[in-house]
């Protein structure tokens, strides 16, 4: 398979201004990860609240800047690319938003947010070119072409994502970044734009990056997942061995807490709780950064920062593992 | 609006425009219009008695001293024999005018202001902002009073003190909403598509941002009518014989026996506050569809 995104040593962090009396502050919240993404795959990244998943996504596509390190996506590296070369990025790389509605301008009618980033990116475009592209799109993604001329707020949430999945599509990206997206709607809706974006990704050949905290959606949706914690990579492996043989205590943790639609099942399984909140991105533990809550680990957690290693056909960041 | 699918053979339903739509919202809200009507109605007053009116607005009348209301002077006349009516709508115009200038200059100095505070950020907005802040402590009459041992007494005076003071408020709301809407998603998509700071402010942040300012403005309209109203009460700006409603009210509550000389002067005033209330009123509810 060919690799379409090469992350390597990638961090994102923010610096909170100091006041008169307050030292600068630094949120470490992408501390150095490594990973790629094949070409028309769906890699899920998950993590908790906080854990930099959001970050890592926004950083992709130009909203947070990294800090350092690099990611190269079409021999374009991201870390230090400019305006020129970030726009042949946004013509291949689009993003899906968390919140539907919110993603929409509310002064705008379909057509024209549709066309947007066509109008914006294809300048040399001609206008009538554009709307036959704003139709075609619109029935790609179910919307019917009556609705071109309508505003955001005379839609349902799900019909506001399905705006927000077309105006990602009509420039044909490789990759699509969903930073939650579906975790916002109603559970049969969300159902109906996770199997739109799955229709979308075998008729377009599309890459998914999937971000979320839904375990379930995830095991339904993606191929590989990448389990997030503090900014750092825990554990990345094929989703069916994850589920299957978690080697990372915080994954098996994780995947324990995830509920089972049986109840004979659910009612004797053992939830593995962790204690304790996620630390503070602004410093980060000594060592392994998952060594405050792990129940597993020992003195060497403490002191060096594991690496991530191949186990089992896992990547996997632990020290206790062999 | 760069695009429309009103040329293309498609059985679109026809949807209105944005504005058109708040028009229509507006127009079913009697209140708002009644009040519309109103203010239309005062200033085309406000413009047109001084002109047609057969009596000058500072022709005194030694044999009408203080004569109440009648089919000759329909307010009266005042202690020097001048006709009432004329006398209000003439005020008016000079209320109206500093009133809508200096409202004028308020929203233009205001969203440049406030705007580029707010997008621009970090140290610049911090700065700019806290020249607001001192600004505000100023106390507003002395500050007239300053400006007037300065510089004399004039009617651009009070209009200049007025909009200096009253466009801090502006600014700060302005640079508020820029504040949010800077980090709403849909600003986020747009520079995802590539779209220049340029265009994001032009096309995403002010349309969004009108809505609050053009209530806003509606709001500021009165508060600058009370503050003409208040310099004059003191005998700042507007002086004898040319007169503003402020002065016709000063006058007037001096003279209690002649009821006329308050009453008439004081409910154009509260008439036209009411209004301008109502209006805003309705402007905000229907700018927000939701």
């Known amino acids: 398979m060919k690799k379409i995104l090469e992350i390597r040593d990638l961090k994102i962090h923010f610096n909170i201004a100091g006041g008169l009396f307050k030292p600068k502050q630094t949120v470490h919240a992408v501390d150095g990860i490594n990973f790629d993404v094949f070409e028309g795959e769906t890699i899920g990244i998950v993590g908790e609240s906080g854990?930099?998943?959001?970050?890592?996504?926004?950083?992709?596509?130009?909203?947070?800047?990294?800090?350092?390190?690099?990611?190269?996506?079409?021999?374009?590296?991201?870390?230090?690319?400019?305006?020129?070369?970030?726009?042949?990025?946004?013509?291949?790389?689009?993003?899906?938003?968390q919140d539907p509605v919110a993603a929409l301008d509310p002064r705008m009618t379909v057509a024209e947010i549709i066309a947007e980033p066509l109008e914006t990116l294809y300048p040399e475009m001609k206008k009538t070119a554009v709307m036959d592209k704003v139709l075609a799109t619109m029935k790609l993604v179910g919307l019917s072409h009556n609705q071109i001329n309508r505003y955001p707020q005379e839609f349902s949430g799900g019909q506001c994502q399905r705006i927000g999945i077309a105006r990602?599509?009509?420039?044909?990206?490789?990759?699509?970044?969903?930073?939650?997206?579906?975790?916002?709607?109603?559970?049969?809706?969300?159902?109906?734009?996770?199997?739109?974006?799955?229709?979308?990704?075998?008729?377009?050949?599309?890459?998914?990056?999937?971000?979320?905290?839904?375990?379930?959606?995830?095991?339904?949706?993606?191929?590989?997942?990448?389990?997030?914690?503090?900014?750092?990579?825990?554990?990345?492996?094929?989703?069916?061995?994850?589920?299957?043989?978690?080697?990372?205590?915080?994954?098996?943790?994780?995947?324990?807490?995830?509920?089972?639609?049986?109840?004979?099942?659910?009612?004797?399984?053992?939830?593995q709780l962790l204690d304790g909140d996620l630390p503070s991105p602004l410093k980060p533990p000594q060592g392994c950064v998952f060594n405050t809550r792990c129940p597993q680990a020992i003195d060497k957690c403490h002191s060096e920062r594991p690496q991530c290693r191949l186990i089992n056909q896992h990547m996997v960041s632990c020290h206790i593992l062999n | 609006m760069f695009i429309k699918a009103k040329n293309l053979n498609l059985e679109t339903p026809k949807t209105k425009g944005f504005w058109l739509s708040v028009f229509g919202r507006l127009s079913k809200n009697k209140l708002a219009m009644t009040s519309a009507f109103i203010i239309l109605a005062l200033t085309i007053l406000c413009i047109c008695v001084p002109i047609f009116s057969s009596v000058a607005y500072d022709k005194t009348n030694w044999g009408e001293i203080m004569q109440s209301p009648s089919s000759?002077?329909?307010?009266?006349?005042?202690?020097?024999?001048?006709?009432?009516?004329?006398?209000?709508?003439?005020?008016?115009?000079?209320?109206?005018?500093?009133?809508?200038?200096?409202?004028?200059?308020?929203?233009?100095?205001?969203?440049?202001?406030?705007?580029?505070?707010?997008?621009?950020?970090?140290?610049?907005?911090?700065?700019?902002?806290?020249?607001?802040?001192?600004?505000y402590g100023i106390p507003f009459l002395f500050f007239c009073i300053?400006?007037?041992?300065?510089?004399?007494?004039?009617?651009?005076?009070?209009?200049?003190?007025?909009?200096?003071?009253?466009?801090?408020?502006?600014?700060?709301?302005?640079?508020?909403?820029?504040?949010?809407?800077?980090?709403?998603?849909?600003?986020?998509?747009?520079?995802?598509?590539?779209?220049?700071?340029?265009?994001?402010i032009s096309r995403h942040v002010i349309p969004n941002l009108l809505g609050v300012v053009i209530v806003y403005a509606a709001l500021t309209v009165p508060n600058m009518i009370v503050l003409s109203a208040v310099l004059s009460f003191f005998g700042l700006g507007v002086t004898e014989p040319m007169t503003s409603w402020g002065l016709l009210i000063a006058d007037g509550s001096q003279n209690m026996q002649a009821w006329w000389l308050l009453l008439f002067p004081a409910s154009l005033m509260i008439i036209t506050l009411l209004s301008f209330a109502f209006l805003a009123n309705g402007l905000r509810d229907a700018l927000d569809p939701r």
């Open chain 1, 51 to 97: 854990c930099g998943k959001s970050s890592l996504a926004r950083g992709l596509c130009g909203l947070n800047k990294i800090t350092s390190g690099s990611a190269l996506f079409n021999n374009i590296d991201l870390a230090t690319a400019n305006s020129k070369e970030w726009n042949e990025v946004h013509k291949q790389m689009q993003f899906i938003f």
């Open chain 2, 72 to 135: 000759g002077h329909l307010f009266g006349t005042d202690s020097l024999g001048r006709d009432l009516f004329v006398r209000c709508f003439i005020g008016g115009r000079i209320t109206f005018g500093i009133a809508f200038a200096a409202a004028f200059v308020v929203l233009l100095v205001g969203i440049f202001y406030g705007a580029i505070a707010g997008y621009i950020g970090g140290r610049v907005d911090t700065i700019m902002m806290r020249i607001v802040d001192v600004l």
């Open chain 1, 168 to 271: 990602a599509l009509i420039l044909e990206p490789k990759v699509l970044i969903c930073d939650e997206s579906v975790s916002a709607l109603d559970v049969s809706i969300k159902a109906q734009i996770i199997n739109l974006l799955q229709e979308l990704q075998q008729k377009l050949k599309l890459t998914i990056i999937f971000i979320s905290h839904d375990l379930g959606i995830v095991k339904h949706i993606c191929n590989r997942i990448l389990v997030m914690y503090l900014g750092n990579i825990m554990e990345l492996g094929d989703k069916k061995s994850i589920y299957a043989t978690p080697l990372h205590p915080y994954t098996q943790a994780l995947l324990s807490a995830v509920p089972v639609a049986n109840p004979n099942i659910e009612k004797n399984k053992q939830v």
């Open chain 2, 146 to 200: 300053l400006l007037i041992t300065l510089f004399g007494n004039s009617m651009a005076l009070s209009f200049i003190a007025i909009a200096a003071i009253s466009w801090l408020d502006m600014s700060r709301i302005v640079r508020g909403q820029t504040l949010s809407i800077k980090h709403k998603e849909y600003v986020e998509a747009a520079m995802i598509s590539g779209v220049s700071n340029f265009k994001i």
